[in-house]
């Protein structure tokens, strides 16, 4: 592994975790993890919850911590997928189905067209919007989505 320095310190180790934004505490697993490294848990805990406060509480994040030498820490948080954001904008509609003579009634779920084209600016912000779409379409299709336009 390539060793990363930061101010003369070396990165010793380096933890892949799922946290709910706003809601870190400094108790088990997560204090028993950084604590058996030397880290104030309770400092980790405070920056990630100011760091999240913005976000609802409901929403996993994704973070990774570097643990130093010294006991220092960073952490960087990756992006959200599109497959967990398009879950989270789905809502459930119910439509009539027409079944030989008769109509029935069936819950789908749908996402809204304008989601879709606010999460392509959010999330594929790099790629025109042609191909963002497409890539973001994919996604709803293969969730087995349907589209609503209002």
Request: contains cysteine.
């Amino acid at each position: 592994m390539k060793e990363l320095i930061r101010s003369n310190t070396l990165l010793r180790h380096v933890i892949d975790v799922y946290l709910k934004a706003g809601s870190a505490d400094a108790g088990p697993p997560l204090g028993t993890i950084l604590g058996n490294l030397g880290i104030n848990t309770a400092k980790f805990c405070k920056d990630f919850n100011d760091f999240t406060k913005v976000l609802p509480t409901y929403f996993f994040v994704k973070l990774r911590i570097f643990v130093f030498e010294n006991r220092t820490f960073t952490f960087e948080v990756a992006p959200p997928s599109s497959t967990y954001l398009i879950n989270i904008l789905k809502y459930q509609k119910s439509i009539q189905v027409r079944y030989f003579d008769r109509l029935h009634s069936k819950d789908i779920f749908c996402v809204k067209l304008f989601d879709i084209f606010l999460l392509c600016r959010f999330k594929i912000k790099e790629l025109n919007f042609y191909s963002a779409f497409k890539t973001i379409w994919s996604t709803v299709n293969s969730c087995g989505l349907s589209v609503s336009i209002i």
